[in-house]
């Protein structure tokens, strides 16, 4: 399904991964995928302290790979920062961006 097919779904049946959902059925699932990252930044802002960068790596492909999908345009580009700051280990950049993520989440919380 096509990024702009997806966003009229809002108001209408939809069809995901070849399930029939209801709009609340979508709003739901979008609203979890946005607490799952709140609960991933907390994990990547241990890892960042810890030095630890494959999870910092790994939450931000996982974000630009699948962001958009859920209707998430502004993520996906920092997840791609995310991505590129981790796996060269700039410390600094990566807690900004990581506040960066933070802040688009709960932009995008507070408005389902």
């Known amino acids: 399904m096509a990024i702009n097919e997806r966003k009229r779904c809002r108001n209408v049946l939809c069809v995901v991964n070849n399930h029939l959902e209801t709009p609340e059925a979508s709003q739901a699932l979008r609203k979890h995928y946005l607490v799952s990252r709140l609960r991933e930044i907390v994990h990547c802002r241990t ?7 494959a999870p910092i790596f790994r939450a931000g492909e996982n974000l630009s790979g699948n962001a958009e999908s859920f209707g998430f345009d ?3 580009p920092l997840g791609r920062r995310l991505e590129t700051s981790a ?8 807690h900004q961006l990581l506040f960066q993520f933070e802040r688009v989440v709960a932009e995008e919380l507070s408005k389902l």
């Open 47 to 53: 890892a960042l302290t810890q030095n630890e960068w």
């Open 74 to 76: 502004k993520l996906s």
């Open 87 to 94: 796996l060269a280990k700039r410390k600094g950049e990566t």
